[in-house]
């Protein structure tokens, strides 16, 4: 392989993992230039990608989206859309989802979080949006949570033909800013009101006083202990008013 081959290989799956920094850019969009992630420091944000502007499914996740819109900014998050497709593209796509679309009882949709336009694919080719085996012309179904110091927290990928679970991307949104606010873990399937995980004792003296019963704690054996945590309390923590 050649100098410019693996150069441009190593671009497009070049993709930012959990724990690091989220990569930098400016871009175009549908509500004007943002300067990423810099624009949105101190607050959460969702950037996802789509395959294509005018499409049934990505038609689908941007109603829903749309409308999850305010439950998202709540939670102090907002939501950066992409594909490699141009502005006016995008403009006219988003139109035509407001002015004929009906989905699931939606209609009248008005997209107003911001849609990059990714044409020379810089933004998706640093953040591994671009995956060669399913396509070498379209985004796959990214979505990238970067927490309000700009670190990349988690990362779901879905393909093609698969449209995004919203409710999933929200729990997980929560669960996170709930490990962060009350430095627990969640378990299969949390929920707001459902048990926490405390961390693994960490020396057998801890393990010793675990299982021999705290107030607050419920422990299976010594490396997995639980503890009630109030749902309103979650979320007046992680909601804004
Ligand atoms: C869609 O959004 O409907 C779609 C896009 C690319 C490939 C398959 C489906």
Not at 50 to 62: G, K, L, Q
Not at 207 to 216: H, K, S, V, Y
Request: hydrophobic content about 40%; some cysteine; overall charge negative.
């Amino acid at each position: 392989m050649n100098t410019i081959e693996s150069e441009t290989e190593e671009q497009v799956f070049s993709m930012p993992r959990i724990g690091d920094k989220a990569p930098e850019f400016k871009a175009v969009t549908t509500q004007g230039e943002i300067n990423f992630p810099s624009d949105y420091k101190g607050e959460w944000a969702i950037l996802f990608s789509h395959p294509a502007d005018f499409t049934p499914v990505c038609t689908s996740e941007f109603m829903t989206f749309a409308h999850l819109e305010s439950k998202f900014k709540k939670a102090n998050c907002n939501l950066i859309g992409l594909s490699i497709d141009g502005i006016y593209s995008h403009i006219a796509w988003l139109r035509t989802i407001k002015d004929k679309i009906k989905f699931k009882g939606m209609k009248n949709i008005e997209v107003k979080f911001p849609l990059i336009e990714d044409i020379s694919m810089q933004v998706a080719k640093k953040y591994g949006m671009i995956q060669p085996g399913e396509s070498i012309t379209q985004a796959v179904r990214a979505v990238f949570f970067i927490d309000p110091n700009g670190i990349v927290r988690a990362i779901i990928y879905y393909p093609l033909s698969l449209g995004r679970n919203f409710d999933e991307i929200y729990r997980a949104l929560i669960a996170m800013q709930t490990s962060d606010k009350f430095n627990v873990a969640t378990p299969a399937d949390w929920n707001p009101g459902d048990d926490v995980i405390i961390s693994p004792a960490g020396s057998c003296g801890v393990a010793e006083e675990r299982m021999a019963g705290t107030d607050d704690l419920e422990c299976e054996d010594w490396f997995f202990c639980t503890k009630k945590l109030d749902k309103d309390l979650v979320l007046k923590e992680v909601l804004k008013s």
